[in-house]
């Protein structure tokens, strides 16, 4: 149980082009979900907090209108990458959470992750 | 300030050896929640084990389990009886507070099975 589907994997694309990623819960509903980015060798840095039908809550630094996130539903949300420049190449993975009676309890549910290269 | 802190450099393990990988934590929050996860190379983040600032026993999941010693502030993850499968990089992770679910990363550790 509680898979996390990311789509796509791989996306290779021109400068200017934006381009969404998609994160699904595939057997549980997520209220919350996160989104990360890696750079190689190094480790997972918060960008934002999903959260559905709300906002989402963005790290210090990042910037809103670069990164567009939607969480239109309890299995879904989306990362747009707008007009993307070669600095946004990155490895950007999503994770959902299902809250548990305590709360703080619940690891976070990884998807496996899209690696974005603009040329 | 760095929340966890992983500092080892990348190690290699004997097959069917035990590896321990350190981490250390700073908070201030009494109640907060450790995780580990392991990274392979294609990229995907597992999730390993957890253990509650309130636990008062170490956790274990199967082969893991964790050495949580609060005092020090340090939840050191134990590996038994490595495999193949275990070469990866594994990160500590935390969130602070009840229901905060926002997860800090520590640096990650490499680890490298030989035969």
């Known amino acids: 149980g509680a898979v996390v589907s990311q789509h796509p994997s791989w996306v290779i694309c021109k400068s200017g082009t934006s381009v969404k990623i998609e994160c699904r819960s595939l057997?549980?509903?997520?209220?919350?979900m996160f989104w990360y980015r890696q750079f190689p060798k190094q480790s997972l840095m918060l960008m934002a907090t999903s959260n559905e039908g709300s906002k989402a809550t963005y790290e210090q630094g990042v910037e809103k209108d670069k990164f567009l996130i939607n969480h239109a539903s309890l299995t879904l949300s989306t990362l747009t990458v707008t007009s993307a420049h070669p600095e946004d190449s990155s490895f950007y993975i999503c994770?959902?959470?299902?809250?548990?009676?305590?709360?703080?309890?619940?690891?976070?549910?990884f998807g496996d992750g899209t690696r974005l290269s603009i040329l | 300030a760095q929340k966890i802190t992983q500092t080892q450099p990348g190690m290699f393990v004997q097959e069917k050896e035990a590896v321990t990988l350190d981490c250390t934590y700073d908070t201030s929050d009494p109640s907060y929640g450790l995780f580990w996860y392991k990274q392979p190379s294609s990229g995907e983040m597992i999730f390993l084990i957890y253990?509650?600032?309130?636990?008062?026993q170490n956790a274990t999941e199967g082969r893991y389990s964790l050495n949580f010693q609060k005092a020090r502030k340090s939840a050191n993850l134990v590996i038994s009886a490595s495999q193949l499968g275990d070469s990866a990089m594994y990160f500590c992770?935390?969130?602070?507070?009840?229901?905060?679910?926002?997860?800090?990363f520590g640096k990650g550790n490499q680890v490298v099975v030989i035969p």
């Open positions: 057997d549980f509903q997520a209220t919350t």
């Open positions: 992770a935390m969130t602070e507070g009840y229901g905060n679910n926002r997860l800090a």
């Open positions: 994770s959902a959470r299902v809250a548990g009676d305590r709360g703080d309890d619940q690891p976070q549910h």
């Open positions: 253990q509650g600032s309130y636990d008062q």
